[in-house]
């Protein structure tokens, strides 16, 4: 029986996600999906606007049969790292037939003849990005820019390298080329996104799809209700019930008094220790902090903002600082080596067989408790979700333990 792997956000579940999600099953044939799912904190650097227990909650609503989460160590990366972790992960289940993503393009050979080059590093390729970065832009452009150099004297090269101009098509190239280093058996597929793009902040007026960016703003401004005719009906009543109980909406804001204490009470010297925290930057965030009118999140990413550094790149340096990253255990060295365990967060009655299996076939432990084994990534993950809970509107000493007190959802 064939197993479709996705990776996923949910940041909330949209139906966009069921879209791909159908579409996935469809042209893959499988029958059963495990989601690798990012946990308290996403790949841009943001708080989840729900907790990772209720946006499980909407996969399995939605079909999915297994949820894993992908370790903060991960979750909080540029596309090559982030890509890397979940498809590692997918991989050690050893029950993963396909992984199915979407695309600007649709189209999976352009794609996976570009992740073929790129796999192995050509000497070109880091001349390249080493080049660009010293004329001052930012990574994403000069990885982008050192692979349309690489590319363009090939055939349909010109064509390989503006698939790089485009941000889910980037991203699956970085999950082609973990495929490529992994050797694994998974097999790649893609499907067009349909509806809203990837950044359109403003919600269609009419049809069903929206984007998660727009549907996160109608959510702070309005409430579920205004979000309910993008979401799934699941979707919806979970969202109700989360702001009923106030354990949500969680943004960037929730958290800029902790993160301001983190950088007041840090030298430059020990800023530079943590994780993104690069070239000089421990000494702009300093100076940007006597700038600032008022303690918010936005205000200090605008005063620190550069034509070098991404909005992005800059709100994952604010996240590993809050959350007290060093730079030590996120060195590539480190990160290569992929995550050290698989940790389930909720399955169905098909999941609980897929787990079964599991047990034969993985290469990493499986753990439904983090009292079940011992990782330096792990307590990073237990620590992420506590910190992210205390920004609920109505913070629970249960709800910053949950990872201890409650066990994987079981539907």
Same mark, same amino acid.
């Given at each position: ?75 909080? $990366? ?215 009118? $008022? ?117």
């Amino acid at each position: 029986m064939k197993t479709l792997g996705v990776i996923v956000e949910y940041n909330p579940l949209h139906n966009g996600h069921v879209h791909h999600w159908k579409e996935s099953l469809r042209i893959t044939g499988a029958e059963r999906t495990v989601a690798v799912m990012s946990g308290p904190f996403l790949q841009r650097g943001e708080p989840a606007i729900t907790d990772k227990w209720s946006r499980t909650e909407m996969a399995l609503a939605m079909g999915v049969d297994l949820v894993v989460e992908l370790p903060v160590a991960y979750a909080i $990366q540029p596309a090559e790292w982030f890509a890397h972790g979940a498809v590692a992960l997918l991989h050690a289940t050893g029950v993963v037939d396909a992984l199915c993503f979407g695309s600007e393009s649709g189209d999976i050979a352009p794609l996976r003849a570009l992740a073929r080059v790129l796999a192995a590093e050509p000497a070109e390729l880091k001349a390249g990005i080493a080049q660009r970065l010293r004329s001052g832009v930012s990574y994403p452009a000069a990885y982008a820019g050192a692979v349309a150099a690489l590319v363009t004297e090939g055939a349909n090269g010109a064509a390989l390298a503006a698939l790089m101009q485009q941000p889910n098509n980037t991203l699956g190239l970085h999950y082609l080329i973990a495929l490529e280093r992994l050797g694994s058996t998974i097999k790649p597929f893609t499907i067009a996104r349909t509806g809203s793009g990837y950044h359109e902040a403003e919600a269609p007026a009419d049809g069903a799809i929206a984007s998660a960016t727009a549907i996160r703003r109608l959510l702070l401004d309005g409430g579920p209700e205004a979000a309910s005719p993008y979401v799934p009906a699941a979707t919806l009543e979970i969202l109700r019930r989360e702001w009923q109980a106030r354990r949500a909406p969680l943004q960037w804001e929730a958290f800029s008094q902790p993160l301001l204490n983190a950088l007041i009470t840090r030298s430059p010297q020990q800023l530079a220790e943590l994780h993104e925290v690069t070239e000089g930057l421990e000494y702009r965030l300093r100076q940007s902090l006597y700038t600032l009118a $008022q303690p918010s999140v936005e205000a200090l990413l605008a005063a620190v903002k550069t034509r070098r550094y991404t909005h992005t790149k800059l709100q994952r340096m604010l996240a590993h600082i809050l959350l007290n990253h060093g730079k030590a255990n996120m060195t590539p060295t480190e990160l290569a080596k992929g995550p050290g365990y698989i940790r389930v967060l909720g399955f169905n009655t098909a999941g609980r067989e897929l787990l079964a299996r599991m047990k034969q076939t993985a290469t990493l432990p499986v753990w439904v408790k983090p009292s079940a084994g011992s990782h330096p990534h792990l307590d990073w993950d237990t620590a992420a979700a506590a910190i992210h809970a205390t920004g609920m509107p109505r913070p629970a000493i249960r709800d910053m333990y949950a990872d201890y007190l409650r066990p994987p959802i079981m539907v």
